[in-house]
């Protein structure tokens, strides 16, 4: 299974390599505090271990990132996904899709990783900060990077018909990079090509009863997800004052991928939940159609939720079959520096 690349991106590798050290120069970044991978880091598969990401003005690495200080800046009100495989976004079981329309973030805001990469960098809270406007800040990181030579040449040989650093070349290379970052080779992928001993009998029954109890419904696709909006009622996280939304103030988010995670705990669009016990409990509570949000109605459920049947004692089977999802084999490169100078990562240390 290929990813698929828009025509106007295709891939090379000085492009891949240009893109990876601009997902870890915080020079990105408003305040040159933040990198992609201050809140997308490939310990914590490409995702990071708290409920709600904290941006500018954060210190330390996943679990213990705090800000350094008080400030006015909120945290990011939304779990930060991996990136893993979101270069497939989009995809269903017969493998079409198209990357320039692949719905992304919670809200799928955006479509396309060259969409996608520019709004971290524009976004008070997670990259910009309080000294630039949302109109200015791209800009200015463009004329950051324009004054770095090391950084000229790569643009140069990553994008030889259009050789100069631009608000374009720069969202394109960073996609292309996370266009790389995949995990095509689970055992449950293993299993599906036909290899029965890739998977145990307890997670292929694991397998049947995903199935069987409709979680299947929108988690399908080689993805595990349908990539479309549904209406669940997960509690509120009180770390946010101001309700969330979702998508046209319907509470309606994008289902995840299930891929790997194991490593992208918490989970939900707020990060309520800190294990798959608690999601699966979750299930179980709503599918009676009753709201757990009490800003949520009960006729706003999504008709999908109330037909999943699922009970305790499926919950460790289907949680086996989850670990079939997981690998460790995924591209982990760091840089050992960047052009910046600026420390790799952002202030995670």
């Known amino acids: 299974m290929k990813v698929v690349h828009p025509k106007n991106n295709l891939p090379n590798p000085a492009k891949i390599a240009l893109g990876r050290l601009l997902f870890y120069d915080p ?23 708290i409920d709600l990401s904290i941006g500018v003005g954060g210190v330390g690495l996943s679990r213990n990132r705090k800000f350094a200080s008080e ?35 919670w809200d799928v805001r955006k479509n396309g990783l060259e969409e996608q990469a520019l709004a971290p960098i524009e976004s008070l809270e997670e990259m ?100 479309k909006l549904h209406v669940l009622s997960v509690p509120e996280n009180k770390k946010i ?13 994008r289902t995840p991928s299930l891929r790997n995670l194991r490593y992208t705990a918490p989970y939900m669009h707020n990060g309520k939940f800190k294990s798959l016990e608690e999601v699966l409990e979750f299930y179980e509570d709503i599918s009676n159609g009753h709201s757990e949000n009490s800003n949520i109605s009960n006729q706003l459920l999504d008709s999908l939720v109330k037909n999943i049947s699922i009970k305790t004692k499926d919950m460790s089977l289907i949680i086996s079959f989850f670990n079939t999802l997981n690998t460790i084999k995924f591209d982990k490169e760091i840089p050992s520096k960047v052009p910046s100078g600026l420390p790799v990562g952002g202030n995670i240390n």
């Open 128 to 227: 910009r900060g309080e000294n630039f406007s949302e109109l200015e800040i791209v800009a200015e990181v463009v004329k950051r990077l324009k004054n770095i030579e090391i950084y000229r040449v790569k643009f140069s040989k990553a994008f030889p018909n259009s050789p100069k650093v631009s608000r374009e070349n720069m969202a394109k290379a960073i996609a292309c990079f996370e266009r790389s970052l995949i995990t095509p080779n689970t055992r449950f992928d293993q299993y599906l090509r036909g290899d029965e001993a890739a998977m145990s009998e307890g997670e292929k029954e694991g397998f049947e009863l995903f199935k069987k109890v409709g979680c299947v419904n929108c988690h399908t696709g080689p993805m595990l997800s349908d990539y």
């Open 241 to 253: 004052m101001n309700v969330d939304f979702g998508v046209d103030s319907t509470f309606a988010f």
């Open 71 to 105: 400030n006015h800046v909120p945290l990011v009100k939304r779990n930060s996904q991996t990136i893993l495989n979101t270069g497939y976004n989009g995809i269903q079981n017969t493998y079409s899709y198209k990357p320039e329309h692949a719905p992304m973030f």
């Open 27 to 49: 020079i990105l970044s408003g305040d040159k505090d933040v990198a992609c991978a201050s809140c997308h880091h490939p310990d914590f598969g490409y995702a990071e271990g």
